[in-house]
């Protein structure tokens, strides 16, 4: 897994992208970004590749249960985010 190194932006960056937030949508010159069609957009997923950060963090839990979940393979960490998740969820429903 790679990680991402968050470099401080320069002060011109800054200034940059600034100018570019103020600016007009019609402003914006879209001249080498063909258009796109609501048949392109078709099947179009939103959030497909999103992934909330992760937090590293201390918890104690019952040996017998991390036992259980490292004998489910190496991910076994994935496995339990994925469960705390689907806990999550339903409780919000």
């Given at each position: 897994?790679?990680?991402?190194?968050?470099?401080?932006?320069?002060?011109?960056?800054?200034?940059?992208?600034?100018?570019?937030?103020?600016?007009?949508?019609?402003?914006?010159?879209?001249?080498?970004?063909?258009?796109?069609?609501?048949?392109?957009?078709?099947?179009?997923?939103?959030?497909?590749?999103?992934?909330p950060a992760k937090e590293?963090?201390?918890?104690?839990?019952?040996?017998?249960?991390?036992?259980?979940?490292?004998?489910?393979?190496?991910?076994?960490?994935?496995?339990?985010?994925?469960?705390?998740?689907?806990?999550?969820?339903?409780?919000?429903?």
């Amino acid at each position: 897994m790679s990680k991402v190194h968050n470099a401080k932006l320069t002060r011109k960056q800054l200034e940059e992208l600034e100018a570019l937030k103020s600016m007009p949508d019609e402003e914006i010159d879209y001249s080498d970004i063909p258009a796109t069609t609501a048949e392109q957009w078709q099947g179009a997923e939103v959030g497909r590749f999103y992934h909330p950060a992760k937090e590293p963090l201390t918890l104690r839990i019952d040996a017998d249960v991390i036992a259980w979940f490292k004998a489910q393979g190496k991910d076994y960490q994935d496995h339990i985010n994925a469960l705390l998740r689907r806990a999550m969820m339903a409780e919000r429903r």
